[in-house]
């Protein structure tokens, strides 16, 4: 039958010139289509002969070619599998896209970078005319499985293409490119290279459970003739022979059970797609089935990367659909907070070009990625009881970018808290969980106490933490920097609601201890009022109130905040982010029983007037109103002085170092 020639329609020819000349910016991936066409024949061909007895095929050594040609540079992918039919040919590869070519081009001409043209391909499904790339012309020669005869089909990707009944064509499909010319320029390759070509099934198709086999030259081990000059040796021993070799290695280690795969195997498989040197401490299989089928093989490194907490870090789970990969770094199957996790997610039903648009949006993937979040979490839980120095391990280092999720992830957020450890003051070496601290809480505790800073050494001695220690109350000591965000947004575990030590008021008293200090609290508020008033007076410009402290000891004074306020800590975050963060004053709390704080109220209790007649007598007399004024301005830098002490002991930042080290400067000169 002579060959019939056909125009492609004006759109459908737009849209293969665009393919041509500027969608993919990797032009490697025409051998990823072409063999992931040829690993759906084969399984189709297989799936076929088990449903359909008419179907008489050998299906004994199913496999896929590639061969080369480097004189007459041209590459060729051939299968025995299912194989097409004239119809089919016509339907399926004479045009593209038959519905949506439209909407496919004019999304494509919207597209804003070649990243997004390259996406869009997947939506519609035209992964074969890749192949236009890297070729002048391609060839596809098919014979439908319990069918006679082929059908050739050709095109130039110009403009029109040929199809033709033939006699001869073996059963299955072969695609011949004609390759072009390498242009380095336009990243186009010498794929008539063998190491090229073997390059790109390495990368992209290894894990396709049929074999792919090319011919690998190899130097051939030939005996010289005797008497053979030294020249004519070597030329014999240059010789080289075409040996076939399957190329890829089948391990699709997540298809197979469990008892089949070495640690080794996995360990290998993690270093593959993680370019880690070390083994992984975790390795997590997952097997689901009905509806959505997929597998996964995901790994939690023993280290965490450098770039962990920099902008741009890369996600680890490679995206594959039936053994073929999609996606390198599929941000939809795993948030945020569980980047540092690597592996492979093998799905059956989705499209061999999703967008990571579509992702975004589909349905399957979400569900995929709920199921394999629960699961990551689940086995940290499990390291946890089974194997602390692993569970301490996998703290160490990713402990921090966990706690994220604590901000974003509202459905696991009890599950992340119950896998999350932090130090406290209960043990100086071992880290506690939340359910430990309240199985530890005192009777009639009803708060979870915690405090945040830079380090242990300086929560230790911060003098927010006195009265917690005097009376034997457990701290969280919390140093993480996300540590400052999440106790705003997590307002109790089991009941519990979580509390600041430098927030609010503290009230550790039992009730009966309540009353038995009443009496001397009142009366202490009441020696005390003039003071706390005239001290909010006059540093009323860095406090927002002066008032007695139940959680101080042995420091004179400390700063705290209001429930409702952000910490010091938090606030210069913002500020290193670029926010804008109204200015917050704090409240300056006194320790009533330490000799500076009762000192400072006997000042100013004696520099206070009376009002009598020898005050006004005193007043007309210059010299003593020298001294009331040396005496006042003095009392007002002791004042100064023990609110910048406190505000240097909460690590915060003195609005006038300078003149805050002359006012010290000169109180420790007096005393000289």
């Not at 991936?29 to 399984?43: C, H, K, Q, T, Y």
């Not at 009762?598 to 007043?619: N, V």
Request: aromatic letters at 6%; a negative charge.
């Amino acid at each position: 039958m002579s060959a019939e020639t056909f125009e492609f329609q004006v759109e459908a020819r737009q849209l293969l010139q665009m393919m041509i000349h500027s969608i993919y910016s990797n032009k490697d991936v025409f051998l990823r289509e072409l063999i992931s066409n040829a690993s759906d024949a084969l399984d189709k061909l297989r799936l076929e002969v088990l449903r359909d007895e008419g179907i008489n095929e050998d299906v004994s050594d199913l496999h896929i070619d590639i061969e080369i040609d480097k004189e007459q540079r041209t590459l060729t992918v051939r299968d025995n599998g299912i194989g097409m039919s004239h119809d089919e040919v016509v339907k399926l590869i004479g045009t593209i896209a038959n519905s949506g070519t439209a909407k496919f081009l004019k999304e494509l001409k919207e597209a804003k970078d070649s990243a997004s043209s390259e996406e869009l391909i997947g939506q519609f499904g035209v992964g074969f005319y890749a192949s236009f790339m890297v070729a002048d012309d391609v060839t596809l020669l098919t014979r439908r499985a319990g069918e006679s005869g082929g059908t050739r089909w050709h095109s130039t990707g110009e403009g029109t293409y040929t199809v033709e009944s033939v006699d001869d064509a073996p059963q299955g499909t072969s695609v011949v490119l004609r390759l072009k010319a390498e242009d380095a320029e336009d990243q186009l390759f010498d794929y008539a290279s063998p190491w090229k070509v073997r390059e790109i099934i390495k990368r992209y198709s290894d894990f396709i459970t049929w074999p792919i086999r090319m011919a690998v030259e190899k130097p051939a081990a030939q005996e010289p003739e005797p008497g053979a000059a030294e020249g004519e040796e070597s030329a014999a021993e240059d010789k080289a022979e075409a040996e076939v070799e399957t190329v890829n290695s089948m391990k699709a280690l997540w298809a197979r059970s469990k008892s089949e795969v070495t640690d080794e195997e996995y360990s290998e498989l993690y270093k593959h797609v993680s370019h880690d040197w070390n083994d992984p401490l975790e390795t997590i299989r997952i097997q689901a089935e009905g509806a959505f089928e997929y597998q996964a093989l995901l790994f939690i490194p023993s280290h965490a990367p450098q770039d962990l907490f920099m902008q741009g870090f890369r996600r680890g789970i490679q995206l594959y659909v039936k053994r073929v990969s999609i996606m390198d770094d599929c941000e939809a199957l795993m948030p945020d907070y569980l980047r540092f996790v690597k592996g492979v997610v093998d799905a059956a039903d989705l499209s061999l070009n999703v967008s990571r648009e579509i992702l975004q949006q589909d349905r399957q993937i979400q569900l995929m990625h709920r199921r394999l979040v629960k699961k990551v979490l689940s086995t940290v839980k499990d390291m946890m009881s089974r194997d602390a120095d692993r569970y301490a391990t996998f703290w160490k280092e990713f402990g921090a970018v966990l706690k994220e999720g604590l901000l974003s992830d509202f459905e696991n957020r009890e599950a992340i808290l119950g896998v999350s450890s932090f130090a406290s003051t209960h043990d100086a070496a071992a880290p506690t969980t939340l359910k430990e601290y309240v199985e530890r809480m005192k009777e009639g505790q009803q708060h979870i106490f915690y405090m945040t800073g830079d380090s242990r050494t300086a929560m230790e001695s911060s003098p927010h933490m006195e009265a917690f220690k005097a009376k034997g109350f457990e701290v969280l000591l919390l140093t993480d920097r996300v540590d400052e965000v999440w106790v705003q947004s997590v307002p109790e575990f089991e009941g519990k609601p979580l509390q600041s030590i430098a927030k609010g008021e503290v009230d550790l008293d039992t009730e009966e201890e309540k009353k038995e200090v009443e009496a001397e609290r009142e009366q202490r508020q009441a020696d005390f009022a003039g003071l706390l008033s005239w001290m909010t007076d006059q540093l009323g410009g860095e406090v927002k109130e002066v008032r007695l402290s139940s959680r101080l000891t042995s420091s004179p004074a400390c700063i705290v905040s209001d429930n409702s306020d952000v910490t010091p800590a938090l606030e210069n975050m913002l500020r290193a982010m670029g926010q804008e963060v109204p200015e917050v004053k704090r409240i300056l709390e006194l320790n009533p029983t330490h000799p500076l704080v009762s000192g400072l109220r006997k000042a100013h209790a004696e520099q206070a007037p009376s009002g009598g007649d020898a005050a006004k007598d005193e007043a007309a007399d210059g010299t003593a109103d020298d001294a009331a004024d040396e005496s006042g301005t003095g009392l007002a830098e002791a004042a100064e002085l023990l609110h910048g002490m406190a505000l240097l002991a909460d690590g915060g930042e003195l609005s006038d170092p300078s003149r805050f080290i002359k006012l010290m400067a000169d109180r420790v000169e007096r005393t000289l």
